[in-house]
């Protein structure tokens, strides 16, 4: 009950205007006070639509009763129908102008209606009335700001100033409205004004730093860092502002000095480092920028030694640096005290596969599977370096087992059919060989790679050899420097007896890198014994002899002088 008196207190029920001393009997009178009494009852409970209802009654009533009206609109505002709260709003005002929050209301109404001369004359109106009440201030302030009226908007935030004195958030508005009507140097006097207020406060001449540095006023910028600096030497962030600030003016060599002074305080903790670096150095690094991430990371682990974090980051930059095997050691030594993070394992994976240390890829990819037997990775992983140690079989196993991990990863997929059409062609099972090339085709018609190696296996068993061009001559537009797809061009042309255009196609491949291929040379030679240029034929089989990768035939053929197929 006490509750409910507050409130019959508050809104002091509805009010007797001349109308109701003519026309409303007590009866009346007392009809309206229960309905309304009972209204705000039901609010407070939060059924509004009983409250909406019940007010309604009492306007039937009285409908010029201005507290009636006032909470009918609270109640239509609160169910975000403005449109029609617009009205008993309006009505309300009206009906009693000296009451404050009945034009607070109508005001706030009127803006949601987007009737914006309405609500800055209200406002304004309110401001005159009661001239030192900040609220109103701060109101009309931001309606002037919303309609563009920026300087009134800065006028309403003076009178606040004189108030209530300088503050931050204060002068950050001013700034604002300054910047938006292009007074820069009245924007950035506003700044100097906080800091000739406030001068032993390090934070207010880094906003006047930073507003300078956005308007290229370089030398006042430098002027508020040393400020800082001289204020709080042990301050890093104003390094890190600095770093920041000559790296947009295109200093980088100070921009990096700045950055190790900051990255050197202990005082900056790890995680906003880190977060700070990755911003820094986001995108493709060149090979300095590279560099200087490196040497940061140091700075990293140096300054925070127990830091597994810092360990970790240093790892990552060793990485992307190239040097795989340092980095390498580090990944093993987290995983050591964390067996369960797997973003190092797949970090390590890579550092064994660029290493192409494939015994120890093939050991670490196995132990990753263990503790992740659901991720893809580990075993593609496995697979293709057992495939590179001739182990076909696991590598099929591995390969076939992964297939089914991945999930809305269609370039992992891809990798995956690709290296199997590769495996089931060692294994003999051309049929499957074939089915996993064209799964990757279907996935990606130009995947240069299965294109290439798709043609050359067919033609190495004279088989759908029209089809085999195509695929080798389309691997060649794609690619017509790779000597690999050269060297299957020609060599589809060559099982398709066209022993001319296989020795141009047989050229360009020796001629990009082909010269130091055992294939290559040894199918340079076969070309030219096609076309009965035998002794020519033997000085190639000579040098492809002293090569890798020649066939088990290429002694007999140089020997015999006689093409052995």
């Not at 026309?23 to 939060?46: C, P, V």
């Not at 010029?64 to 129908?81: M, T």
């Not at 051309?430 to 067919?458: G, I, Q, R």
């Not at 890198?513 to 240029?533: A, M, N, P, Q």
Request: glycine letters at 4%.
């Amino acid at each position: 009950m006490l509750l409910f008196s507050l409130l019959l207190a508050a809104c002091s029920g509805p009010k007797k205007t001349a109308k109701d001393k003519e026309i409303l009997t007590e009866k009346d009178r007392y009809k309206a006070t229960d309905m309304f009494s009972k209204a705000l009852l039901k609010k407070e409970l939060g059924e509004l639509d009983q409250a909406l209802a019940l007010l309604n009654e009492a306007l039937a009533v009285n409908p010029e009763d201005p507290a009636v009206l006032y909470e009918k609109a609270r109640i239509l505002q609160a169910k975000g129908r403005n449109d029609e709260a617009l009205v008993p709003a309006r009505e309300a005002m009206k009906l009693d102008p000296e009451n404050k929050w009945y034009k607070v209301l109508y005001a706030d109404v009127a803006r949601m209606n987007e009737q914006y001369k309405e609500y800055i004359s209200v406002y304004e109106n309110l401001v005159k009335e009661y001239p030192t009440d900040l609220s109103f201030l701060h109101e009309l302030a931001y309606g002037y700001n919303y309609i563009g009226e920026y300087r009134k908007s800065i006028e309403m935030y003076d009178k606040i100033e004189e108030a209530a004195g300088m503050s931050e958030p204060l002068t950050k508005q001013k700034v604002l409205l300054y910047d938006k009507i292009g007074e820069k140097e009245k924007a950035a006097e506003e700044y100097k004004r906080l800091i000739e207020l406030n001068p032993s406060e390090p934070r207010y001449y880094a906003l006047y730093a930073e507003y300078c540095s956005k308007n290229n006023w370089n030398d006042k910028a430098i002027w508020a860092y040393e400020k800082i600096e001289e204020l709080n030497p042990e301050d890093p962030y104003v390094h890190i502002s600095l770093a920041d600030f000559y790296k947009k003016n295109g200093d980088e060599e100070k921009s990096f000095e700045e950055l190790k002074i900051g990255l050197s305080n202990p005082e900056l903790d790890l995680n906003t480092k880190i977060n700070l670096l990755i911003t820094y150095y986001s995108g493709e690094l060149n090979e300095t920028q590279k560099e200087q991430a490196l040497e940061l990371s140091r700075i990293l682990k140096k300054t925070h030694p127990d830091k597994p974090l810092a360990d970790t980051f240093f790892a990552t930059m060793l990485y992307e640096n190239g040097e795989y095997q340092k980095a390498r050691d580090i990944f093993k030594r987290i995983l050591d005290e964390n067996v369960q993070n797997y973003a190092i394992w797949e970090q390590l994976l890579f550092c064994d596969l660029y290493l192409e240390d494939n015994e120890g890829l093939l050991t670490d990819s196995e132990e990753a599977i263990d503790f992740f037997p659901n991720y893809p990775l580990p075993y593609f992983f496995a697979g293709i370096s057992s495939f590179q140690l001739k182990d076909y079989v696991k590598a099929k196993a591995y390969l076939e087992s992964g297939l089914d991990y991945v999930v809305n990863n269609k370039a992992l997929r891809e990798q995956f059919y690709s290296t199997l059409g590769d495996t089931y062609n060692e294994l003999g099972d051309y049929d499957k060989s074939y089915a996993s090339y064209e799964k990757v085709l279907e996935m990606n018609p130009e995947n240069n790679v299965v294109l290439n190696n798709y043609a050359y296996y067919l033609s190495l068993h004279s088989v759908k050899l029209d089809k085999a061009e195509r695929m080798a001559k389309k691997a060649v537009e794609l690619d017509p420097y790779n000597q690999n797809n050269l060297d299957t061009y020609a060599w589809v042309l060559y099982k398709l007896e066209k022993y001319e255009e296989a020795l141009e196609w047989i050229k360009k491949a020796y001629n990009n890198g082909g010269e130091s291929s055992g294939v290559v040379t040894e199918h340079y030679g076969d070309i030219l014994y096609r076309l009965g240029r035998t002794d020519e034929a033997v000085e190639f089989w000579e040098k492809a002899l002293t090569k890798d990768n020649h066939s088990d035939l290429l002694k007999k053929k140089v020997n015999d002088k006689k093409l052995y197929e």
